[in-house]
């Protein structure tokens, strides 16, 4: 079992960055893969980035080239830079990890951090 602490969220400009952060209560090498989903009002939760124990990283292709996911290993954290926002980009961010307990493959969440871009 894992649990998520995620931070970072906030008001920003169109343009604008945000570095939103997920520490994870346990080692990164224990867990299969995080990733970050976002869900704005009215729509699904959908993936945003992801990374894997072994560094692999995948990007909805809405977000490839402005947002880039990374992992301090020593700090337990998964980063989410965020970069040329708009605002469309607007939802909650929610944190995820999957990692295998007693031979299953289980998903944890993070609590969601809202970002709003906006003028």
């Known amino acids: 079992q894992v649990q998520l602490v995620e931070s970072g969220g906030g008001l920003v400009q169109p343009g604008g960055s945000l570095r939103l952060s997920c520490a994870a209560s346990k080692s990164l090498f224990s867990i299969t893969s995080m990733a970050w989903y976002r869900q704005a009002p009215g729509n699904q939760r959908e993936l945003v980035a992801a990374i894997t124990s072994g560094g692999t990283t995948n990007y909805a292709d809405s977000v490839k080239g402005r947002f880039t996911i990374s992992r301090d290993n020593a700090k337990n954290t998964v980063y989410l830079q965020m970069n040329s926002l708009k605002p469309e980009d607007t939802a909650v961010y929610y944190c995820?990890?999957?990692?295998?307990?007693?031979?299953?493959?289980?998903?944890?969440w993070g609590q969601g951090t809202q970002v709003t871009v906006s003028s």
């Open positions: 995820n990890a999957r990692m295998i307990v007693r031979g299953t493959l289980n998903s944890y």
